[in-house]
């Protein structure tokens, strides 16, 4: 599966825009007062300002060459991002040493960080993808978005069954009970129960808006049932040029 466009909410748009077109260096597209767009490889990552209360914050993934991790870590750190604290869970298989983890299940090696509005956000270097990469590291070596978090109020099963009913995707690891990962290297939809917090942070994930295009055999647009959560789809054989508009 790939992800070739996702939309989130924030209460933060100002911070997000300095921080994503400031921080991580990437093109930002779209710019107006309530919503901007950043290019982050072959996805396209729009933060769509949140008009109440809320402050929505979600978990999602980047994928970078799998040969650069601690390049990739320490290019954060000299941009004055910290990097959150990973520690390994043996029961789990997750590994860690120097705030790197790595997943034994999955063949890779992620850190992760946050940005301004709270989103837990990963950079991941999967083992099994030919990307290796002899360039220095920098904003336009993330590859793509590949993950994003569905919390789930203990419907893991109903809603891998219907997201496979929509789009080819397969299960990858987990019990598929309470969490799930259902996708490949290249992108995968993260199921898991609100009460099952985000690794490595712990925190509680909250239901959020989110809106995403994903390349599939066939067009179309459909929600998962009872959550806000939009899925389009797209033909591999279209343009990617031409994507949807912002939506609110």
Known sequence: MKITELQLKTGKL?????FYGGTLGFPLEARSS????????????TFIREEGDAAPNYHFAMNIPENKIEEAKAWLLDRSCPV???????????GAEDDIAFFEGTDAHAFYF?????????FIARHR???GSSEPFGSSSVLNVSEIGFPLRNTVPEAMDYLRSRIDVTPYVGDGKSF??????????????????WYPTRRVPEIHPIRMTVLADC???????????????????????????IRP
Do not use: C, W
């Not at 100002?14 to 300095?18: H, L, N």
């Not at 309530?34 to 990552?45: D, E, I």
């Open 14 to 18: 100002e911070e997000m825009k300095q």
């Open 34 to 45: 309530n919503a901007f767009t950043a290019v982050a490889g072959a996805t396209r990552l």
């Open 84 to 94: 959150l604290e990973a520690k390994p869970i043996d029961f789990l298989h997750i």
């Open 114 to 122: 946050e940005d301004p509005a709270g989103n837990l956000v990963e």
């Open 129 to 131: 993808m030919n990307n």
């Open 180 to 197: 799930q990962m259902l996708g490949d290297d290249h992108g995968m939809f993260i199921l898991g129960n609100t009460e099952i917090g």
């Open 219 to 245: 067009s179309g647009e459909f929600q998962l049932g009872g959550y806000p959560y939009v899925i389009r789809t797209v033909a591999e054989t279209s343009s990617p040029e031409g994507e949807e508009a």
